[in-house]
């Protein structure tokens, strides 16, 4: 097991041409190609080629983190920005089934301030899937990683030390069940043509 604590290790989060040891443009930014350039000619800054060494390396990803305003917070979305490399990671038509992370697995842990039933389908927030689905497919699932149920700990800076032993037990039994779990539903472009509408949609017009 290989951990990345960012805050820990002064992750910096920001994208920038500083993530570039050789630009192919100088002139104009553009950073999907810039990663690529910077990736084939060994260029990408330090930080983020060893985060990509880990990804590469891992079959299993867990993103571990609290949700802040129904999303995830700066520090993970800065390292999906600079770490998740296009050309390695996404690129064309290599995403979902034939993303670059295909045949791994993925999962969120997630921490949060509301209760259960405040994102139940009838709940005042609606259903945390919904929530996270930008991450769960447009992210992990776009990658071409199988996406593992996620685990949630609810209401925790509310709780008492004792519900939270509670959380920890489950967070372990969760764990002990992953190679049981059913991944998520997710995209798959043998379902549509080259230019991606749906093959269903020519046939039932």
Same mark, same amino acid.
């Given at each position: 097991?290989?951990?990345?604590?960012?805050?820990?290790?002064?992750?910096?989060?920001?994208?920038?041409?500083?993530?570039?040891? %050789?630009?192919?443009?100088?002139?104009?930014?553009?950073?999907?190609?810039?990663?690529?350039?910077?990736?084939?000619?060994?260029?990408?800054?330090?930080?983020?080629? &060893?985060?990509?060494?880990?990804?590469?390396?891992?079959?299993?990803?867990?993103?571990?983190?609290?949700?802040?305003?129904?999303?995830?917070?700066?520090?993970?979305?800065?390292?999906?920005?600079?770490?998740?490399?296009?050309?390695?990671?996404?690129? &064309?038509?290599?995403?979902?089934?034939?993303?670059?992370?295909?045949?791994?697995?993925?999962?969120?842990?997630?921490?949060?301030?509301?209760?259960?039933?405040?994102?139940?389908?009838? =709940?005042?927030?609606?259903?945390?899937?919904?929530?996270?689905?930008?991450? %769960? %497919?447009?992210?992990?699932?776009?990658? &071409?990683?199988?996406?593992?149920?996620?685990?949630?700990?609810?209401?925790?800076?509310?709780?008492?030390?004792?519900?939270?032993?509670?959380?920890?037990?489950?967070?372990?039994?969760?764990?002990? %069940?992953?190679?049981?779990?059913?991944?998520?539903?997710?995209?798959?472009?043998?379902?549509?043509?080259?230019?991606?509408?749906?093959?269903? =949609?020519?046939?039932?017009?």
């Amino acid at each position: 097991m290989r951990v990345s604590d960012l805050y820990a290790a002064g992750f910096n989060p920001v994208a920038s041409a500083a993530d570039f040891g %050789q630009r192919q443009n100088p002139d104009h930014l553009v950073y999907a190609l810039e990663q690529r350039h910077a990736h084939t000619n060994g260029t990408l800054a330090p930080d983020v080629r &060893g985060e990509l060494a880990k990804l590469l390396w891992c079959d299993l990803l867990i993103l571990n983190f609290p949700i802040f305003w129904f999303s995830a917070p700066a520090m993970l979305k800065g390292w999906i920005d600079r770490v998740l490399v296009s050309g390695v990671v996404y690129g &064309g038509k290599r995403f979902y089934d034939r993303g670059g992370l295909t045949g791994k697995r993925a999962m969120l842990s997630v921490t949060i301030g509301g209760q259960s039933h405040m994102f139940a389908p009838d =709940g005042v927030h609606g259903p945390l899937d919904d929530m996270l689905k930008p991450l %769960q %497919q447009g992210t992990l699932g776009y990658t &071409g990683l199988s996406v593992l149920p996620p685990f949630v700990a609810w209401h925790v800076p509310y709780i008492s030390t004792e519900e939270r032993t509670h959380i920890l037990a489950d967070w372990r039994h969760h764990l002990d %069940q992953l190679d049981h779990l059913a991944p998520l539903s997710m995209p798959s472009l043998c379902d549509f043509d080259e230019h991606l509408p749906t093959l269903l =949609g020519w046939l039932f017009p």
